[in-house]
């Protein structure tokens, strides 16, 4: 054992002993102190973004309406027409109807509105503006003569505007749709002017139609000796006949849909000279009597056909003097 000491302490001390020596410090170099393992680290300051302007909003000025667009607003303004008091039937307001008018109509959402066409008019189209936000729909009533057209609208919101035009066998109507959030008009419909004119007219016609010709007319007085000559046109009359005072040129009906000929009462010696008459119905009345007479219609190719009184119907060779 003290053997194995001996060898110990002889081994290290035959080793050799290395030794560093310090470089001194320069005074340019200064030490580099150490970060402590419990130190808080020093944040390094970062430079703030630079802002960038925002773009300048450019603001375009609303382009006046044009002479044009500014006449269209104003027709459409003023051929508008809006629900009257006065024009209430019950419920119903009664429109006058008029070519090329706009007719108000009040809707509300839930409600439907009923716009009630002529008795007997056909539909042909039903056209609206908003078919997303509005309904329409049809339906009729009554049979016959009297059956009738009802369209029908209601909008799904208020504060909705649109157009409806409905075309018919008749005639076409535009109307102006507006809702609102409650007040709606439980139904329109319209009367027709010239339909009533038209049947005062036809109703006028048929009465002097059916008038006598003449007042006072003794039938053992009228003379019926008159011959009808020449052309064959679609107005040619049926007869002619007097009561010593006036005498009467009978037409056919179709005197009525066609131009009417001019009368010309024929001298001695055959000159024509334009008579004055009154038109009744198919009767021309001359405050005259008269041998011969001519009814003349046409230029190039003039057609002509002579009344004689009392004459044989033979054509005669001065049918076309003048």
Do not use: C
Request: no cysteine; glycine share 6%; net charge positive.
């Amino acid at each position: 054992m003290k053997a194995v000491l001996l060898a110990a302490t002889m081994l290290v001390g035959a080793a050799p002993v290395f030794t560093q020596t310090a470089a001194p410090p320069q005074a340019s170099q200064s030490p580099v102190p150490l970060p402590s393992p419990t130190a808080t680290p020093t944040p390094v300051p970062v430079a703030a973004p630079i802002p960038t302007p925002a773009p300048a909003r450019v603001r375009h000025r609303p382009k006046p309406p044009s002479p044009a667009m500014l006449r269209v607003r104003t027709a459409n303004r003023e051929a508008t027409q809006d629900p009257q008091a006065r024009a209430f039937v019950n419920a119903v307001q009664v429109y006058p109807f008029s070519e090329g008018a706009l007719y108000r109509l009040y809707a509300a959402p839930e409600r439907v509105t009923d716009i009630a066409l002529q008795p007997g008019e056909a539909v042909i189209s039903v056209a609206a503006g908003d078919t997303v936000r509005w309904t329409v729909g049809d339906t009729t009533s009554g049979t016959g003569d009297g059956k009738r057209v009802h369209i029908l609208v209601k909008p799904f919101a208020a504060g909705l505007s649109t157009n409806l035009i409905i075309t018919t066998d008749r005639r076409a109507y535009h109307v102006q749709l507006e809702s609102t959030a409650a007040t709606a008009m439980a139904a329109l419909s319209w009367t027709y002017p010239q339909d009533e004119l038209i049947a005062i007219r036809r109703a006028a016609e048929q009465e002097k139609a059916a008038a006598p010709v003449a007042s006072g007319l003794a039938i053992e007085q009228l003379y019926f000796g008159y011959a009808i000559t020449g052309d064959n046109p679609a107005w040619r009359p049926l007869r002619a006949f007097d009561d010593g005072r006036q005498t009467f040129i009978e037409f056919p009906a179709s005197i009525a849909v066609g131009e009417a000929p001019p009368l010309f009462v024929l001298g001695e010696t055959g000159d024509a000279q334009l008579v004055n008459y009154r038109v009744a119905g198919r009767f021309y009345i001359v405050d005259r009597l008269f041998a011969a007479a001519e009814l003349r219609l046409g230029e190039k190719k003039q057609a002509v056909v002579r009344i004689v009184r009392g004459g044989s119907g033979r054509r005669s060779s001065r049918r076309r003097a003048s």
